[in-house]
């Protein structure tokens, strides 16, 4: 069903009695099993069973306005065009609701009444923070859902390209959240709170002002989602889903992507997932390469959180809303301006670098220590072939010591290594680089970096026989689909030219044997990384 163009009429006061009204099923043009009403801060969305209808809320919050029915139309049509970018399946129609407040009708002849986006009707239990509360989401869904978004972020345009005038600059809506929260505040202590965490934001702003203003010319600002939380990410046939974009404000989409990221990333945490907000971020990271971005990273955390915190408390101070529902919003509001303030905490970040011959397992067991230390990690198989424009499972064809794997090749993936492993630090992040560091001088330069930063320096060295490293390449080799392109030549060369670590280098060093069960050397690797970095 489409939208029609009839004159509207305003629904005006009448709005309750339309709702009410709506709960008979002889209202609906198809088989209605149930109706039920969900409510946020800004809509009415109606589930019947097969579809639901979405209806939005006539008020003004300042960074919205639905106070016309010809806005309210305008932004059902934007939700449907933006959020069929990512969850076509859901979307339907704009549809109109006719007849009159007391016998309304979906569609039918008419002036209208209202607009409401149809949708397919999923069940609230598959939203992504009922999933996980329940145990259902784990690395492996995390980690497609970063893929997917990583993917949505690098097929948009940039703002340069199409809408400079319309990206907005990153401190603007982080002051509105504080605006239009403090006129519902009474309690000292709360308005306090709120106060120190706006200095902060404006404070963090100018140190990274420049940043900001540079990532928005590297077309980093675009059209995004805009309000990834974990309560619009729906699971759908075992995969998460994002849903419910932005359509209101377009200042509040275009955005930098890294924002976004750091809106799921922060509602992980805030679910207690911790872990899995580590997953999410190097999972997208990857693919897109914005490491970068890390270094504004916690001014967006606590920004976003900011921004659940503000729609709980509008939320709790609506008209209408019912006791458990005012508790329960006040107590979201608490948790998650708590979670925006502990991002402005002074972290100390750190660099621990691998060392290994190929087949040794410092991916394998890395990846684990991503989600135990909440750090970030940068793979040199990635990031050469990202120099070379290749894709990270793409074959390069280069022989031993040649092409992408040539002297000069290495050096420059090295010092790209140093780049990213001196942004992630400096913001506060420990970051595992995840190489072979076969010879001295690079490890040399690693450990000048974390001396100069005065972080610390961890060397996590991989080790195992020869004949088994053989067997581990060879079968790696066959399957295909990994990052790396080591093969047996490849590690013969290695075994041949490796220069191992020195006896100054041994005290900085964490010793993995590659030969014990996986899931054992991960822990004792994750415990040891643990206590060198609270050294």
């Not at 939700?79 to 609701?97: D, F, G, K, M, S």
Request: proline fraction near 5%; glycine fraction near 6%.
């Amino acid at each position: 069903m489409n939208a029609r163009s009839d004159p509207p009429v305003s629904m005006g006061v009448d709005v309750e009695r339309m709702l009410d009204a709506l709960r008979n099923p002889a209202c609906y043009p198809h088989p209605v099993q149930r109706v039920e009403t969900l409510e946020t801060h800004i809509s009415w969305v109606i589930l019947t069973g097969s579809y639901a209808y979405k209806i939005k809320k006539p008020v003004n919050l300042g960074f919205l306005d639905f106070t016309t029915l010809a806005a309210r139309r305008h932004y059902c049509e934007e939700e449907l065009r933006l959020n069929r970018r990512l969850a076509p399946q859901l979307y339907l129609a704009v549809v109109t609701i006719t007849g009159t407040p007391q016998q309304p009708v979906i569609g039918g002849d008419g002036p209208v009444l209202e607009y409401a986006v149809q949708m397919r009707e999923f069940a609230q239990s598959s939203l992504l923070d009922s999933a996980l509360a329940r145990g259902a989401v784990g690395a492996p869904i995390t980690e497609t859902l970063a893929r997917k978004i990583a993917a949505f972020h690098i097929g948009l345009p940039p703002a340069l390209a199409i809408a400079d005038d319309a990206a907005t600059a990153s401190l603007a809506p982080a002051l509105d959240n504080f605006r239009q929260m403090l006129p519902l505040l009474e309690a000292p202590q709360d308005i306090e709170t709120l106060l120190r965490l706006r200095d902060w934001t404006q404070r963090e702003y100018q140190v990274h002002a420049p940043r900001f203003a540079q990532r928005q010319a590297a077309g980093c600002v675009r059209e995004c989602h805009g309000d990834l939380h974990l309560g619009n990410i729906v699971m759908i046939d075992g995969e998460a889903t994002p849903f419910d974009c932005v359509e209101f404000n377009p200042a509040l989409r275009w955005m930098d992507t890294i924002s976004e990221v750091a809106f799921t990333a922060m509602d992980l945490e805030a679910h207690g997932r911790r872990d899995l907000a580590s997953v999410f971020l190097n999972a997208y990271l990857e693919p897109s390469g914005d490491y970068d971005g890390v270094a504004v990273l916690p001014f967006y955390l606590a920004y976003r959180a900011a921004v659940r915190a503000k729609t709980s408390l509008i939320r709790s101070s609506q008209h209408g809303a019912a006791h458990e529902q005012i508790k329960r919003a006040r107590q979201a509001y608490q948790r998650y301006l708590a979670l925006a303030a502990s991002y402005t905490a002074s972290r100390r970040g750190a660099i621990i670098i691998t060392h290994g011959l190929s087949g040794t397992g410092k991916t394998t067991l890395t990846q684990t220590a991503v989600a135990a230390l909440g750090a970030v990690r940068v793979r040199s198989d990635i990031e050469r072939k990202r120099l070379h424009g290749l894709a990270a499972s793409a074959r390069s064809g280069a022989a031993t010591g040649a092409g992408i794997y040539a002297a000069d090749a290495t050096a420059r993936t090295y010092e790209q290594l140093a780049r990213h492993a001196r942004s992630i630090a400096v913001a506060g992040y420990p970051v595992i680089v995840d190489a072979a560091f076969l010879k001295r001088e690079q490890r040399a330069a690693f450990g000048a970096l974390a001396r100069e930063l005065d972080v610390p320096f961890v060397i996590a060295s991989f080790s195992a026989p020869p004949e088994r490293l053989r067997v581990r390449v060879a079968e790696r080799a066959a399957q295909g689909g990994d990052a790396s392109e080591a093969t047996l030549a490849v590690l013969e060369s290695q075994i041949a030219t490796h220069e191992p670590l020195t006896a100054d280098e041994l005290d900085y060093a964490v010793t993995v044997d590659a030969c014990r069960d996986a899931a054992a050397s991960a822990r004792a690797l994750n415990d040891e990384l643990a206590q060198r970095l609270r050294q």
